[in-house]
C-alpha cells in the first residue's frame, strides 16, 4: 500500500470499516435508516462504487474487497467526498455473505469485471457457479436483482448460461438475452480503457422471482 492508503486505513477506517466478527449486520442500527441495500463484491479501486453511493443518496452501500490497496483507496475517496451511506468489508465475499449479510436482505447485488480465469483448467475458480448463484439467492429478497457485468465475452457467456439455469431467477432481458448497461454503472477507468481498445462489455440482470 502507499503511504496516502496507510493513512487513509488510520483516519478512515473506523467510519466506513466492518468485521465478520462483528457477525450479522443490523443493517437500520448500521446506516440510521430503512433503505434499500446494494451490496457489491471486488469493487476493485472504488471509484464506481464512490459514485453510485454519492449518485443514489437514497440508497445504502457495502462494498466487499480482499485487497487492501483497493480498500483503502475507497475509503479515503468516500472521506474525502463526505459519503455516509457506505460500508466496506475487507474480506473474502463468500464468508461476508454466509456470516454478515441477512436472508433477503440485498437489493442490487452487483459483480463488476470479476476474474475470469481465462485458462480452462481454472475456470473452476470463476466466482460464477451454480452453488454460489443459489447461495446469493438466499441473501437477495424477492424482487432484488443479481448484476453481472464483464469484458470477457467467454465468461458472459459462462454467467448466461449459470443464471440461466439457476432456480428462483429470470433474465430481465428475456432468455439468453444480454442487458443495456444500467444507467447506475458507471464507467470506470478499466472499462473506458477496455472501449478505447475495441472491447466489448456484457452486462447481466437477473431478478430473484422465489
Not at 483507496?73 to 454466509?98: H, Q
Request: net charge negative; with cysteine; hydrophobic share 40%.
Amino acid at each position: 500500500m502507499t503511504d496516502g492508503q496507510i493513512r487513509a486505513f488510520e483516519r478512515w477506517w473506523p467510519e466506513y470499516g466492518l468485521s465478520l466478527f462483528d457477525g450479522l449486520i443490523d443493517q437500520e442500527t448500521l446506516f440510521g435508516r430503512k433503505a434499500p441495500l446494494v451490496v457489491e463484491v471486488g469493487f476493485g479501486m472504488g471509484e464506481s462504487l464512490v459514485a453510485m453511493a454519492l449518485n443514489e443518496p437514497d440508497k445504502d452501500f457495502i462494498g466487499i474487497e480482499v485487497h487492501p490497496p483497493g480498500v483503502g483507496r475507497l475509503i479515503n475517496s468516500a472521506g474525502e467526498a463526505g459519503v455516509k451511506n457506505l460500508r466496506v468489508y475487507m474480506a473474502d465475499a463468500k464468508d461476508v455473505l454466509e456470516d454478515c449479510i441477512p436472508d433477503s436482505g440485498i437489493n442490487r447485488m452487483q459483480l463488476y469485471f470479476p476474474d475470469p480465469w481465462h485458462k480452462k483448467k481454472h475456470h473452476k475458480r470463476r466466482i460464477v457457479q451454480p452453488e454460489f448463484a443459489q447461495h446469493l439467492r438466499q441473501k437477495i429478497a424477492i424482487g432484488g436483482i443479481f448484476h453481472m457485468a464483464t469484458d470477457w465475452e467467454p465468461y458472459a457467456e459462462h454467467m448466461m448460461e449459470v443464471m440461466t439455469l439457476a432456480e428462483g431467477y429470470c433474465n430481465h432481458q428475456g432468455e439468453y438475452v444480454f442487458a443495456e448497461k444500467p444507467d447506475y454503472r458507471p464507467n470506470t477507468k478499466f472499462e473506458q480503457r477496455g472501449e478505447r481498445l475495441g472491447h466489448g462489455v456484457w452486462d447481466l440482470l437477473f431478478e430473484r422471482v422465489d
